[in-house]
């Protein structure tokens, strides 16, 4: 039973001895951790009172040399205000100085203006003294030369007036004769030099601008295949021919003309359209106004084109490349423009190349000759249009597409609107005026030209001392001859002068026109 027992509690006791056993190794465990977590604060309590000694004393560093440098910055800056104030005091004493020496030579001035004011006051009053003796010395000679005078008029039998008139005179006619012969003696040097040149210029300008002559008028005649073709254009009750004239703004002439109906209109463009147009109705056949409209609005753009390639062409013949697209269409209307039966655009050709060359000849600007000269007259493309002269409305044309100023100078001188500022200017004046007044380029009436005529012999005739006037060349010369008794040598100079100023005054005429007077003395005697 004992055996037993013991059995039961030899087990027990085992448990409890390793219960206890366990017990005491996690006491023991704790109070291990206990004492090692003792030592690690202990050091780090040690670490951290380190740490805050080594901060202190760096702080404490860190604040000695903040100090020193606060020191250093503080002397720094006040030796650099020290110098300024230095500076400034040594500028403050200048300017004292300045001051000072400026006073002296205000003063210094305001003594010397004083002794000036005096010196004027004496000189005023010497002045004053010799004015008044100057006045009395003028009194002595006016009195002197009023008995002179009268002494004078007595012995001579002439007044004052008398002489002074009949030395004026006397002057008058030597100073005349004298400038009379001269201007002579220039004149004829001038002309003879320049005749020559200009010959010569012209010749060669005109030879090598070779452009065709083409006239036209306000009326375009239609050539038709037969009289019965009138009276389909006509249509029934009219309405073919209303519908064309409503199409293309023209008038139709039906008249007994035979085998032909005039297109007429003010506006050449409208009236090439009419022509074209009836020519293709009359080739097609079918005449009505539906096919009429058709036609009419085909050859529109057809003509359309046909300017747009006259435009061009000109450029191109002419050496023109940078034209502004909207004047080169401009410039082609004038294709079916005429003035006094030429042509404008051939007109305008020819002027260009005129002026081209001349200035060549001259060492002119012969790119802005050209251009004044193929856009002188484009005015008269839209002069039918735009209310005004044609001068004015080339001119606004060439300014609204940003065209040269010299080249609108030579557009709005070219009829001496304004006066000359260029020599391209005149270039183109006298190109125009060659290309216009050439044998065979314009056209004028056979009552214009007589009435021309007879104004020039009319104007010369209305001056005192002419015998006879004969308008020859064309109108292009007028031969005066003069009373000799009447008229001097150099009166017959100032004569010509006078009645070409008048001409020019009075009379509208293309190109120039040459006053010739002819003074003859003729003295006979009969030998017994």
């Known amino acids: 039973m004992s055996i037993s027992v013991l059995g039961v509690v030899a087990p027990a006791i085992a448990v409890v001895i390793a219960l206890a056993c366990f017990a005491v190794g996690i006491g023991g465990g704790i109070g291990l951790y206990k004492l090692i977590a003792t030592k690690k604060l202990g050091k780090n309590k040690s670490n951290a009172v380190r740490i805050i000694e080594e901060a202190y004393a760096e702080a404490k560093t860190i604040k000695k040399e903040a100090s020193l440098e606060a020191k250093e910055a503080s002397h720094k800056y006040r030796e650099e205000v020290e110098a300024e104030l230095k500076e400034r005091r040594s500028e403050i004493q200048k300017s004292e100085e300045r001051l000072t020496e400026r006073e002296k030579f205000i003063e210094n001035k305001e003594l010397s203006l004083d002794r000036k004011s005096e010196q004027i006051e004496e000189d005023k009053k010497k002045i004053e003294e010799y004015k008044t003796k100057l006045n009395d010395e003028i009194e002595q000679q006016q009195q002197i030369k009023s008995d002179m005078l009268e002494k004078l008029e007595k012995i001579s039998g002439m007044t004052k007036q008398d002489a002074k008139n009949m030395l004026v005179s006397s002057m008058t006619e030597e100073a005349k004769k004298e400038a009379g012969l001269i201007i002579k003696r220039i004149e004829d040097e001038a002309k003879e030099e320049g005749d020559k040149k200009a010959r010569d210029i012209v010749a060669s300008a005109i030879q090598k601008c070779a452009t065709d002559l083409s006239t036209e008028m306000t009326v375009s005649v239609v050539p038709l295949p037969t009289d019965e073709m009138k009276g389909r254009i006509i249509g029934r009750e009219g309405r073919n021919i209303r519908a064309i004239e409503s199409a293309t703004g023209v008038e139709l002439i039906v008249d007994d003309t035979p085998e032909s109906i005039t297109v007429s209109s003010f506006d ?9 147009s009836l020519e293709k109705l009359i080739v097609d056949g079918r005449i009505h106004p539906t096919r009429i409209e058709e036609i009419v609005e085909k050859m529109t753009k057809e003509v359309d084109k046909s300017i747009k390639e006259a435009g061009d062409d000109a450029c191109e013949e002419v050496g023109i490349y940078n034209l502004h697209p909207e004047l080169v269409k401009i410039l082609g209307r ?11 655009l051939k007109h305008s050709i020819e002027t260009a190349i005129l002026a081209g060359q001349i200035a060549t000849e001259l060492g002119a600007d012969a790119n802005i000759a050209k251009r004044g000269g193929l856009l002188h007259d484009i005015g008269k493309a839209l002069d039918h249009e735009i209310e005004g002269t044609h001068v004015q409305i080339g ?24 006066e000359f500022k260029s020599v391209e200017a005149v270039i183109v004046q006298i190109a125009d005026a060659i290309s216009s007044s050439r044998p065979g380029a314009r056209r004028e009436s056979f ?6 005529l007879q104004q020039l012999e009319e104007i010369s005739n209305s001056f005192k001392g002419v015998d006879k006037a004969f308008a020859v060349q064309a109108g292009r010369e007028v031969r005066i001859i003069v009373k000799p008794e009447e008229i001097s040598d150099n009166d017959a ?30 003295f006979s005697e009969t030998a017994k």
């Not at 606004?396 to 010299?406: F, G, R, S, W």
Request: proline share 4%; aromatic share 8%; glycine share 2%.
């Open 395 to 418: 001119v606004d044309l060439a300014t609204k597409y940003k065209e040269n100023p010299a080249v609108i100078h030579c557009i709005e001188a070219h009829h001496f609107n304004v």
């Open 268 to 276: 050449p463009i409208r009236r090439e359209i009419a022509r074209l």
């Open 334 to 344: 004038l294709k079916f423009r005429t003035s006094y039966g030429q042509n404008c």
């Open 447 to 452: 009552e214009a030209y007589i009435k021309r």
């Open 493 to 522: 100079m100032f004569l010509a002068k006078d009645i070409a100023k008048k001409i020019e005054d009075e009379m509208q005429y293309p190109g120039q026109i040459k006053v010739n007077v002819i003074r003859e003395s003729r």
